[in-house]
């Protein structure tokens, strides 16, 4: 079952919210402006990744980290025989002209680009093929989505998504599963500690915020960010009263479900089975 | 005589009619409208004030089911329909990703007219090729992990009848022992 959409319903942050959480091992396509990239991934790690027409050959790839001449590049690509990224990047390794450290790094920081570019597309078809790996030859580095989440929503500048995403600024938060773990593979900046410090289902976003002299785009952006990476979520500010400030409509007491004798359940239940 | 309500809902075209239809004992009284506006390319008739769906237990205990209506301008009834209800469904339409903002739109509304009342989430249309598989819904509306989201074809009987138990199961665990 392939996992189809647009971004404008289902954004970059999102999707890769998605094969993080689930741990998802395949290829990413996504289709827009006039161009395509391609982002694969292995068991919710991020491992390779190409851009349209910006070739995802290895040397390239060194070109741009600096680690090549513009001349040695193209003399590299003249040489068509070798056009195995993993053949040539033992080839450079012995013949010193680059460290096995450098080509690691060169291949994260493009991927890396791709992906960020990503985040500043708002439209575009996308569509996931389950268990589909990049070809033997390519260099595979895994990047924890973890921190390209919470780096991608840092550059987030359109305030409608946040908006459309996080509408209720009056609710609260909390720590999902083991956030000892997460937060020590995450890099935060000192304004998102400053708001990890405040996380308790008794203070609302909008608390966190004034206590922070955060405006609500600075507090949506961080917020935004950390429910994406999957470090908090949102839960009903505790004391269960509706805090003023709810959207209206919205009744401020909830009811009570109707007390209900489990004989009548088991009795629904019955007849259900025989239908 | 008890009666016993239940709500089926869910974003436009998500499948609540259909579910109502597969399942119910009467002819739904379904208010359904041909569509004018420019939402017609997607079907042809929509619900504009609710489905009503019934089955009988015995002489004394009805459950009567209510799909609510899934055009935005009909938000207004969504309140009515859920006075007394026992617990509900949403329905969500598992190709169509452009509907996961309003679904998730549809749960906060619904949970906040009972806090405690269960329900369940239903990603409906496993049958196409496109679905969203049930596991990936929940992380995309981020759906509680107490909360069942059930794979469900809203035009099968068993799948429709496996939904409607997995909500009386959960609403059975809410209650007390007598
Ligand atoms: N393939 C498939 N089609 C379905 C399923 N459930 C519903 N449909 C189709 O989806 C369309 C919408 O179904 P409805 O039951 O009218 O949806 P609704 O939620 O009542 O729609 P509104 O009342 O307009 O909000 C119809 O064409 C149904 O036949 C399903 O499980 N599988
Ligand atoms: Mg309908």
Redesign the interface.
Known sequence: MALKGNLRDFSTTQLLNLINLARKTGALTIEAQGTSAKLFFKEGKLIHASLGDQDGHLANMLLKAGKLSAEQTRAIQAHSEVDSDKELGLLLINAGYVTQNDIVQSVKAYILDVVYTLFTWVEGLFYFEPNILPSEDKITVPINLENVIMEGSRRLKEWERLQDELPDLNRALRFTDRPDTKLRDINLSVEEWRVISFINPRNTIKQIAQSNNMDDFQIRKIVYGMLQAGLVELVTPEGGEAKPGMPPGRPRTAAPPPAVKRGVILRLIDRIKKI | M?T?KMVVTGPFSAGKTEFIRT?SEIDVVSTERKITDETKSIKEETTVAMDFGR????ED?V?YLFGTPGQKRF?FMW?ILSE????FIVLVDSVR??T??EARRIL??FS???????YIVAANKQDL?????P??LR??L?IDRNVKVLPCVATD?ESV?NV??EL??S??E?????
């Open positions: 008890q016993v399942i089955i009988t237990v015995d205990l459950l938000d309140e007394g209800m026992l617990g990703p452009e996961f903002r906060d509304v906040s007219y009972g806090a405690a009342t269960p090729p496109d679905a969203w598989p596991e990936d992380i995309a981020k009987k009848k409607l138990l009386l199961y609403i059975l809410g209650t007390e022992e007598e």
